[in-house]
């Protein structure tokens, strides 16, 4: 406990030149590497702000906060003005990762994430090392957990597409809404073509897997219906 007590004095406030370089170096890289084991997390996942976006993000925090501190020590002023204008630059960024589709919001994970991913970097632009290590152990404890909890009982919603060909478009119409209405969903985006024989229908339906599977094997099971086909699942967040 001495040795580590001794490590971070060292990092702490000093005087020197020399010595403020590197602690700001110390701290900047503290903030990549954080945010890239946050950022890793995701990559691994396929969400749409990854490796680089959350390295960038935490970095870009710990820089602006130095840079905060610094140019009010050489210039004066208040000392948290720049660094306070990163909540609601991050608060742009997050919205921009949120989309609306198909009468769903999607991304809303990958939004906080990237504002608990900035505060991360502030708290190691600041010099609370501890504070920001603990605050990613936490995220990546709830990413990674909390996601396998909900995986293992079901809990997770997901969008699959629905590819069901039928010999009479009411016949298959009937079916399918008394199987969605069993499981209390509906249909989203249907697409129905015709031939002489069949009638195909292609449809979304946002449900855990377990309700998806059981969807399935009634459609199968329901007369007047030939084929059931089930593709591109997207996991909600």
């Not at 590497?33 to 959350?54: M, Q, S, V, W, Y």
């Not at 590819?163 to 069993?182: K, Y």
């Not at 059981?214 to 084929?227: C, D, F, N, T």
Request: hydrophobic share 50%; net charge negative.
């Amino acid at each position: 406990m001495d040795e580590i007590r001794e490590v971070f004095q060292l990092l702490g406030p000093r005087t020197d030149s020399a010595a403020l370089v590197w602690q700001m170096i110390v701290r900047l890289t503290l903030a990549a590497f954080l945010g890239g084991l946050i950022g890793l997390e995701r990559e691994i996942k396929h969400k749409p702000a990854g490796l680089r976006t959350n390295m960038f993000i935490c970095f870009g925090a710990a820089l602006f906060t130095i840079l905060s501190e610094r140019l009010a020590m050489t210039y004066g002023g208040d000392h948290t003005r720049i660094a306070a204008q990163i909540i609601p630059g991050i608060g742009f960024i997050g919205a921009g990762s949120i989309i609306q589709a198909r009468g769903s919001v999607v991304g809303l994970t990958t939004a906080a994430t990237l504002f608990v991913v900035a505060s991360i970097g502030m708290a190691a632009g600041g010099g609370l090392y501890l504070v920001a290590m603990f605050s990613t152990l936490v995220i990546l404890l709830a990413l990674w957990l909390l996601g396998w909890f909900e995986g293992r009982f079901n809990l997770k919603a997901i969008e699959m597409t629905y590819d069901v060909v039928g010999e009479t478009l009411d016949d298959m119409l009937s079916a399918i809404n008394q199987s969605l209405e069993g499981e209390h969903h509906t249909m989203r985006a249907v697409q129905i073509g015709t031939t002489d024989h069949t009638v195909r229908m292609q449809f979304s339906v946002e449900a855990p897997e377990r309700e998806h599977l059981k969807v399935i094997e009634e459609l199968r099971r329901a007369p007047g219906i030939r084929a059931v086909n089930s593709f591109g699942a997207v996991e909600k967040e």
